[in-house]
């Protein structure tokens, strides 16, 4: 009786973890299965940027440079001892996430900060997606720009957002910087632009 009762529970057992590993693998078909539009796909990634990069530039940069003045923004921040600029700290986010990227089969994007009025000239548009984009989300203000494109013989689906001064350390820090082309923002004009590429098929 006690063997027939000890059997009963390992069957049990042996059904229950059979029934955990097939469910298991039913939801994990399913979820390689998902299917995400590329838009939604780039729209998700950049509010995760943008939020971060408001957050940055309002609660550390502008907190610590133009309210509480404890420390300055540089963009030579090493030899200063000074913050990272919003603008570098999106850059250097950028490259560290292509970077990897290149140890993942299932993660290709590309995102850039870009403007028509570029400090630093390797930040100007050079496709004409690129300068489509951004003039459009300059015109259209709250509306974002989509396209796809081919380059190196590969297509792409290229999202441009707008990027917005959030903050009074941002348009001061454009304004009065010795190579701007222009030197009137004010918060909220649209400074430039985010500009996300993933790759598609043809």
Not at 159 to 168: E, F, I, K, R, S
Request: with cysteine.
């Amino acid at each position: 009786m006690k063997n027939m009762k000890h059997n009963l529970k390992r069957k049990l057992m042996i059904g229950t973890a059979v029934s955990a590993i097939a469910a298991a693998t039913a939801v994990s078909a399913e979820v390689s299965d998902a299917k995400v539009s590329v838009k939604a796909m780039a729209d998700a990634l950049h509010l995760v940027m943008d939020s971060d990069r408001s957050v940055y530039t309002k609660k550390i940069v502008n907190r610590l440079v133009k309210k509480e003045k404890v420390i300055k923004a540089s963009e030579h921040f090493e030899d200063e001892k000074a913050l990272v600029l919003p603008a570098q700290m999106f850059r250097f986010g950028s490259e560290m996430a292509a970077k990897r990227a290149e140890k993942l089969d299932d993660v290709n994007f590309s995102y850039t900060l870009q403007s028509l009025w570029p400090i630093n000239k390797q930040n100007a548009p050079k496709t004409n997606a690129e300068k489509a984009g951004l003039k459009y989300v300059a015109e259209n203000k709250g509306k974002n720009y989509y396209t796809t494109e081919k380059l190196g013989g590969v297509n792409y689906f290229t999202a441009v957002y707008a990027d917005t001064g959030v903050a009074p350390v941002c348009v001061s820090c454009h304004n009065k910087h010795p190579d701007t082309p222009k030197k009137d923002f004010k918060i909220g004009d649209v400074m430039g632009g985010v500009v996300i590429r993933i790759p598609v098929e043809g």
